[in-house]
């Protein structure tokens, strides 16, 4: 099986998203068990945010790592607004508590939005320092935000960046993701079965090639998002059915006439695109 390496860690390229987990969409028993269901089909990387449900998604994400924390690549994401050299400790701690864990593997400013580098990157670098994260990222930042973070002192800690991407959604590869590439930065994708209201799923070729590979539609559209090997992707789901299929992408590998086809029917940017954010 695949895997991508951040911060030496060699991760499965399928992980778990939860921005709507703990907030009543299902029952909390249901997407407990969907994570764990996750968790044994070999996706390590558990996403979340303390955004997500004003914390909710992380409670419930602890519930879950119950016996199995050991087994998890855990990331977690701070407001832009927290991240700063008064506020950026108690928020980690407050994820901490929440997760139910004494560290993070990876830690993610959220949005660049208002933050000042200058104390995002010591607050993160302190917080290692403390134990209390592992490592650091960033997410939703363009190839100008990049430049800027490299600029700063320990900016190039960074391990990876999460952004929004899918094939309805492919403006990134124009510039960021070589940039990202070119400094040996694996990246993260959310949102890669189009986010809420795309009709990806329903994309005729989509299903088309779902029936060709005996698979469902989102093992095909993630099995594209980690198609060359430096993306790791973050679809959420709180059944463990969809989380089976999501999974299923591990062990697919599209065709070149496959992805040739989804290229004419999802074609690649051909002039630097804004950044899209969800």
């Known amino acids: 099986?695949?895997?991508?390496?951040?911060?030496?860690?060699?991760?499965?390229?399928?992980?778990?998203?939860?921005?709507?987990?703990?907030?009543?969409?299902?029952?909390?028993?249901?997407?407990?068990?969907?994570?764990?269901?996750?968790?044994?089909?070999?996706?390590?990387?558990?996403?979340?945010?303390?955004?997500?449900?004003?914390?909710?998604?992380?409670?419930?994400?602890?519930?879950?790592?119950?016996?199995?924390?050991?087994?998890?690549?855990?990331?977690?994401?701070?407001?832009?607004?927290?991240?700063?050299?008064?506020?950026?400790?108690?928020?980690?701690?407050?994820?901490?508590?929440?997760?139910?864990?004494?560290?993070?593997?990876?830690?993610?400013?959220?949005?660049?939005?208002?933050?000042?580098?200058?104390?995002?990157?010591?607050?993160?670098?302190?917080?290692?320092?403390?134990?209390k994260i592992k490592a650091w990222g960033v997410s939703n930042f363009d190839v100008k935000d990049m430049e800027d973070l490299f600029a700063i002192e320990h900016g190039d800690q960074c391990a990876t960046n999460q952004i929004f991407y899918n094939p309805a959604s492919r403006g990134v590869e124009f510039d960021l993701i070589p940039w990202c590439q070119q400094h040996q930065m694996p990246m993260m994708a959310y949102s890669p079965l189009g986010g809420e209201g795309a009709s990806l799923l329903r994309h005729p070729l989509i299903t088309q090639l779902a029936a060709k590979y005996q698979t469902g539609p989102s093992t095909i559209l993630l099995a594209w998002a980690i198609r060359n090997g430096n993306m790791i992707a973050i679809p959420e789901s709180g059944e463990a059915a969809h989380i089976r299929e999501n999974a299923a992408a591990l062990h697919i590998e599209l065709q070149l006439s496959d992805l040739k086809v989804l290229d004419e029917a999802f074609p690649a940017p051909t002039q630097k695109m804004p950044l899209e954010t969800r």
Not at 5 to 32: C, F, K, V, Y
Not at 56 to 66: C, M, N, Q, V
Not at 103 to 110: M, P, R
């Open 1 to 131: 099986m695949k895997t991508v390496t951040i911060d030496g860690h060699n991760i499965a390229p399928i992980g778990m998203g939860s921005w709507h987990l703990g907030q009543g969409r299902h029952s909390e028993t249901s997407e407990i068990n969907a994570l764990r269901a996750g968790i044994d089909a070999g996706m390590q990387l558990i996403d979340t945010a303390e955004m997500y449900g004003s914390g909710r998604s992380e409670t419930l994400i602890g519930k879950a790592l119950h016996g199995v924390r050991d087994k998890v690549y855990l990331v977690s994401k701070i407001y832009p607004y927290h991240a700063n050299r008064l506020l950026m400790e108690r928020s980690c701690e407050a994820t901490l508590k929440r997760l139910n864990t004494e560290c993070l593997d990876l830690y993610l400013l959220h949005w660049r939005f208002s933050s000042i580098l200058t104390e995002v990157v010591p607050g993160f670098e302190k917080l290692k320092q403390q134990g």
